[in-house]
């Protein structure tokens, strides 16, 4: 009898520990649990691997899309690093307090080589206007190949970013990413364009549509 119980107890935790074995497997890999997910108000939410700092469910940002792939942008952040391009930062020493950040946001074509110790060392999403492409243009290796884990998020009026062929910003987006296919560039939306605009007229008292022209 004692030999009948001691063999059942080997089975049962061979079996919790089969089973433990098979959850971290999945949860080492990104997965999707959209059935509990929905359980919990979050249908389709894609959680991020063990090996990140955090694990959390990205968010889905449609007013946000690839150029290559179409999709929406997907990302989730818990501490941001907004950091200016103004010459002020420069003397500032906060380069180590902004790497720490989970997201690091920069401006434009605004440096780092040779100003880390003021402004850091990482990006992970950089927000440009559609002035400002051609600044990044001019150093293409840098901003698509060497530093192709950024994130970038480009905006500027319909006619300049739309995709029926007229549109001039969006054609040499196009081109980019053709040349740098790791390069992670979306677009706003028109939809998204037009909240913004909303936005800072509101903030501002200026039609945004308008100074731009």
């Known amino acids: 009898m004692a030999c009948i119980l001691k063999r059942k107890s080997v089975i049962a935790v061979s079996f919790i520990a089969a089973f433990l074995f098979l959850l971290v497997v999945r949860l080492v890999n990104e997965v999707n649990f959209p059935l509990l997910l929905n359980c919990f108000g979050q249908p389709g939410a894609k959680w991020i691997p063990f090996s990140y700092t955090y694990r959390r469910p990205l968010r889905t940002h449609y007013g946000y899309i690839n150029v ?21 930062m420069v003397g500032q020493k906060v380069g180590n307090e902004i790497d720490q950040s989970s997201c690091i946001w920069r401006m434009n074509n605004a440096p780092t080589k040779g100003y880390e ?13 559609h002035t400002s492409v051609p600044l990044l243009l001019k150093n293409p290796d840098y901003f698509f190949k060497e530093a192709n884990a950024t994130i970038y998020v480009i905006w500027g009026p319909f006619r300049n970013m739309r995709k029926d062929g007229n549109g001039i910003v969006y054609n ?38 308008v100074t731009s022209m």
């Open 68 to 88: 290559r792939t179409q999709e929406p942008l997907q990302l989730d952040c818990k501490l941001c690093a907004i950091v200016s391009n103004s010459g002020q």
């Open 117 to 129: 110790e003021d402004v850091g060392r990482m990006t992970m999403i950089r927000v440009v206007s």
């Open 172 to 209: 040499m987006l196009k081109k980019t990413v053709d040349i740098y296919p790791n390069a992670q560039i979306y677009v706003t939306t028109e939809k998204r364009m037009s909240y913004c605009d909303g936005v800072f007229k509101k903030e501002t008292g200026k039609d945004r549509k």
